[in-house]
Antibody
Framework: EVQLVESGGGLVQPGGSLRLSCAAS????????MSWVRQAPGKGLEWVAN????????YYVDSVKGRFTISRDNAKNSLYLQMNSLRAEDTAVYYC?????????????WGQGTLVTVSS | SYELTQPPSVSVSPGQTARITCSGD??????AYWYQQKPGQAPVLVIY???ERPSGIPERFSGSSSGTTVTLTISGVQAEDEADYYC????????????FGTGTKVTVL
């Protein structure tokens, strides 16, 4: 059974940093593109970042470029999101999601999410 | 930036048919995908490649495409189908960039 379990969320002040983690199990982690998707309270889904199987390619939504860094450790079956210079508008539930094996065109499995609140 | 537009809400009586549209200029060239999200839960994929249904998704969920609009149809709606639904496609500016629709709240009367 595919499982994605996020951790690391919490309350942080504007300008602060936070590192999210996602522990993957039930599939060959190193074979898949992986992604972070967020959802602000009461709002829709927003893709944030994704990373290729070997970490050689990374892509970000414009609003987080230069502030967030996605990474992975295939030996630990783990995905990460380092978030720096956090803003109030980064407040959201952050989901770890697996991208489809063929073409990485869509998100076929999601974690339950971890809440990040940016507030003073 | 590229946008996918959905109606904010759709209301339907049990047993009737709900249709949710998603419009985007690049949809004639890109597949669309649909997710169901119930309150407090993670999204679940219900349709991929415009009209394919993942294993475990009930047959009452179907998808179609015509020009710049894709449609998710729920036939014989059940109370458990009440949820938010989001379409998703590749961003028109490049591969490995993604965009979600604005979301539609389906209410079962």
């Amino acid at each position: 059974e595919v499982q994605l379990v996020e951790s690391g969320g919490g309350l942080v002040q504007p300008g602060g940093s936070l590192r999210l983690s996602c522990a993957a199990s039930g599939f060959t982690f190193s074979s898949y593109w992986m992604s972070w998707v967020r959802q602000a309270p009461g709002k829709g889904l927003e893709w944030v970042a994704n990373i290729k199987q070997d970490g050689s390619e990374k892509y970000y939504v414009d609003s987080v470029k230069g502030r967030f860094t996605i990474s992975r450790d295939n030996a630990k079956n783990s995905l990460y999101l380092q978030m720096n210079s956090l803003r109030a508008e980064d407040t959201a539930v952050y989901y770890c999601a697996r991208l489809a094996l063929v073409g990485a065109t869509h998100f076929d499995y999601w974690g339950q999410g971890t809440l990040v609140t940016v507030s003073s | 930036s590229y946008e996918l537009t959905q109606p904010p809400s759709v209301s339907v009586s049990p047993g009737q048919t709900a249709r949710i549209t998603c419009s985007g200029d690049a949809l004639p060239k890109q597949y669309a995908y649909w997710y169901q999200q119930k309150p407090g839960q993670a999204p679940v994929l219900v349709i991929y490649k415009d009209s394919e249904r993942p294993s475990g998704i009930p047959e009452r969920f179907s998808g179609s495409s015509s020009g710049t609009t894709v449609t998710l149809t729920i036939s014989g709606v059940q109370a458990e189908d009440e949820a938010d639904y989001y379409c998703q496609s590749a961003d028109s500016s490049g591969t490995y960039l993604y965009v979600f629709g604005t979301g539609t709240k389906v209410t079962v009367l």
